[in-house]
Structure formats: C-alpha cells, structure tokens
C-alpha cells in the first residue's frame, strides 16, 4: 500500500502516538509520586504541628488536679480556658483518664466517649505524647494526639490532654492539587501530543524523502540525491544512499558508454567485411589479384573480431567471477623468459632496448594470469616508446610484498589521465591506438586480473627513463 506525500503516514503516526503514550505513562506516574509525597508530607506537618499545640496546652492549663467542667471547678474557669484553646487551634480537646475515658471534652455531648490511647503510637517527644490518623465514622478521618497530664508514678500517666482534629482541611487541599495536577497533566499532555507528531515528522520525513528517491531512482532518473538531514543516523542513511545513487549512475553511463564503444569497434570491421564481400559477390573484384587481396583483408577483419570477441568474453569471465586463480609460487625466471621470447624480436626491430631484470623474490599467484597482466604491460610499453627507446622491467620484494615495474621511456601519461587508462576502451590518442591494432581493453583486463590475485596496478612517472611506470604490487610467495 502507498501512500502520497500529502496522506498520513503509518510510520509518523505510529510513532507520535508511542511518544504520546510514553509521555502520558511518564506524566501520570510523576503525578502520582508527586501527589503521594505531597500528602504523606502534608499529613506528617499536621500532625507534627497539632502535637505541639496540645503539648503547649497542657503545659500551660492546669488539668492534672482538678478535671475542667465538673463540681470541682466551681467557677468553670479551667473549662472555659480549654474551649477557648480549642478554638485557637481548631481542634476538640479532651481530658481523658488512663483507659481512654474521656472525663471532659470542649466538644460536649457530640465528643467521643473514649480514646483508645494504648493503641496510639509513641512519638519520642520529651513529653511522652502519643499519635495517630484514625478514621472515625461520620466524620472522616481524625487525627487524635494525647499528652500526659498527672502521673500516679513517674511512668503512669493517670490522665491525658487529648487533642482530636479532622482532617477535612487536609482533603480540601488534596482536592487543590489534584485538580491543579489535572489541569498540568491535560496541558502536558497536549504539549506532548504536539512534540510527537513534530518529533515523528522529524524522524520520518527525511525516511519519506529517501523512499522518494529510491523510486525515482527505480523510475530511471539515474544519480538521483535524497536531501541530507536529520539525525546523524539519517544523515549516514542519507550519505550511503547518495554514494550509492552516484555509483549506480556512473556504472549506468559506464554501461552506455561501453555499448557504444563495442559497436564502434565492431561496425568498422563489420563494414569492412560487408564491403569486400559485396564487392567480390557483384563483380567490382574480379582480377585474381584484387580478390586475393579482398580476401586478405576480410580474414584480418575477421580476426580482429574474433580477438575483440575474446578479449570481451575475458572481460565478462573476469566479472562474473567465472574465472579461477591459482594460490601458489610463481616462477619467475621461467616468466621473464617467456617475456624475452614475446617481445625481444619485437623490441629489436623497432631499435628499441629491451632490458628484462635483474630481480628477486617471486609472487603467490597464478602464474599464466601474472604473465597475461605483464604482457600487455610489456606490449603497452614497446607500443609507445619511439625509435632508439628503452622498456625495462625490474622487481623485488619489499614488506611482504613483490612489485615489478615496467618502465619506458616513451611520451608518458599525464597525471589527470593516470586513472582513466585502466577503463575499458580508454584511449588517449585513438589514432595511435586503433593503428597498432588496440581496442582499449588491455589494461583494464591487466588491473581486474591483478585484483583478483589480492593486488593492484598503478602507473606513475619513471623516474629511470623518464617515460611511464606501470607497477603491479601482489602477495610475496
């Protein structure tokens, strides 16, 4: 299923809803903490405060003779004390005895009739007082602090103060922030939705373009560049992707180029042919002398198709990997003498020196496919050194390594043509070429051969003869 530019895309949807749910889930969990800090803190802090005020009113009303409210009392002065302390701290206040019965309350009849105070947690307070949050029904909850008043002995409290407040204060305030927490948590969660879809379209976007790319690139636009941007993971994408849209690119217009070239090279022997024989078929040839020599130029076209045919099925062993190579020691005297034997009568003929090592050491290759990449070097080099010229090769081994050098000291090739010579029907004079019979194709077969035996093949300037330098480095044997 495709999708347009202009339609929602799965991807960036999912994603902005993964970030959206990531950040509800982070959000109603710090709401949650937050909240359940906020009111054990709260709740702590009230119960804390509502201790010290009932142990500064017991300190400072004197309950522990006489109880407030009963005969004993006769002017009702303790009493009032107490319920006016009681409304200065919103708290109901009690007298109550050891058991927990409560002797007195500001609250009157509504006050509960007993405190268990045994059951009240110790706060560690000078005062020995005890504390606790209890859930009193029909009220909610309460939290109920008691101090000793008057001792029967030094560890027997007789009667308590009893302070007992709700906590409704307490839930008004919870209700407070939770609300306030729920209007954070909806803005944030707003914020959030926007940033995922601007982080998901920030993601995917350049993911989109990409995909926009590849199928140009799948439609024939050749070389075709995706935008950089994004992340450094995109980026990379984006860099590999272009690399790759280059290479295809070029390895398209090397295609082209070479189709043109092998029906260039083809059609003029071709042409050849078709014209002799047409003119010996129609009568235009027709001496003995005439038609041998239509003849002969026929069968040398022939073979110069046949040697181009050869030469290209070479070329496409080599590519399709079809071609196997041998791992082991070459010879290399036995090489050199065969190069003697190739090009010696050649070289002399043209008064050109031909000086063959001396050298040492020898490669790990094949040994028919090294002498193959050394004779067109040889054959190259003997080709362009003029009259009275010297072609010398030399090798040796150096870190692990052999190189042989082939020098001449011919025209030489330029430093921007340096790569160039080694493409398939590269010529850099054509005229030259194609006189000494060169279809461009040599070097380029020398460097895949000496690629596939693990090296490689360089050209540079001799510095001995002051032509050109072509050097093949392979594993030493």
């Known amino acids: 299923m495709t999708h347009s530019a202009g339609s929602p895309r799965p991807l960036a949807r999912r994603v902005a809803v993964a970030l959206f749910g990531v950040g509800t889930l982070g959000i109603a969990v710090t709401a949650a903490v937050f909240f359940s800090l906020w009111s054990q803190q709260t709740l702590a802090r009230d119960v804390t405060e509502l201790q010290r005020q009932v142990q500064v009113i017991a300190s400072g009303v004197a309950v522990s003779d006489v109880v407030p409210g009963t005969p004993a009392d006769t002017e009702g002065s303790r009493a009032r004390l107490l319920t006016v302390e009681a409304g200065l701290i919103n708290a ?43 859930d009193v029904p029909g009220v909610g909850r309460v939290a109920v602090v008691a101090v000793p008043v008057a001792f029967v002995a030094a ?17 008004a305030g919870n209700a407070w922030v939770l609300s306030s927490i729920g209007i954070a948590a909806a803005l944030a969660l707003i914020v959030s939705w926007f940033l995922g879809a601007w982080l998901a379209r920030r993601v995917t976007g350049p993911l989109v373009r990409l ?146 090592g001396p050298g040492l050491g020898a490669p790990l290759a094949d040994a028919d496919r090294v002498l193959q990449a050394l004779s067109t070097l040889m054959d190259n080099a003997v080709r362009h050194t003029p009259q009275g010229g010297t072609v010398r090769m030399c090798w040796g081994v150096a870190r692990r390594r052999w190189r042989a050098e082939v020098h001449d000291s011919g025209p030489g090739i330029a430093r921007q043509d340096r790569e160039r010579v080694f493409r398939r029907f590269a010529r850099l004079d054509a005229s030259r070429s194609e006189s000494s019979g060169g279809y461009g194709l040599g070097l380029a077969i020398c460097r895949r051969l000496v690629e596939l035996m693990d090296g490689s093949v360089s050209v540079a300037d001799s510095s001995e003869l002051g032509g050109a330098q072509f050097t093949i480095d392979l594993p030493a044997a």
Request: aromatic share 4%; no cysteine; proline share 2%.
């Open 92 to 134: 109901r206040l009690s007298v109550a005895d050891a058991g927990g019965t409560v002797l007195y309350s500001t609250a009157g009849a509504s006050s509960a009739k007993s405190y268990a105070i045994g059951s009240l947690a110790r706060t560690g307070s000078s005062f020995d007082a005890r504390s606790a949050v209890l």
């Open 155 to 171: 560890d027997r409290p007789s009667r308590y103060l009893v302070g007992a407040q709700s906590l409704s204060d307490l839930s």
């Open 211 to 356: 995909t926009e790319s590849a199928r140009a690139i799948a439609a024939g636009e050749w070389g075709r560049q995706a935008p950089v941007e994004g992340d450094d993971e995109v980026t990379a994408l984006a860099h590999a992707f272009n690399d790759m849209s280059t290479r295809v690119a070029t390895a398209y217009r090397a295609q082209q180029e070479f189709v043109g070239d092998v029906s260039h090279e083809i059609r003029t022997p071709v042409t050849s042919i078709r014209g002799f024989a047409d003119a010996i078929a129609d009568g235009t040839v027709s001496d003995r002398e005439a038609v041998a020599r239509a003849a002969g130029i026929i069968g040398r076209e022939a073979d110069r198709l046949g040697e181009l045919t050869s030469t290209l099925l070479t070329l496409s062993d080599l590519d399709a990997g079809a071609v196997v190579l041998a791992r082991e020691p070459v010879d290399v005297p036995v090489l050199v003498e065969t190069l003697r034997e190739r090009f010696g009568a050649r070289a002399a003929e043209h008064g050109i020196a031909l000086e063959l």
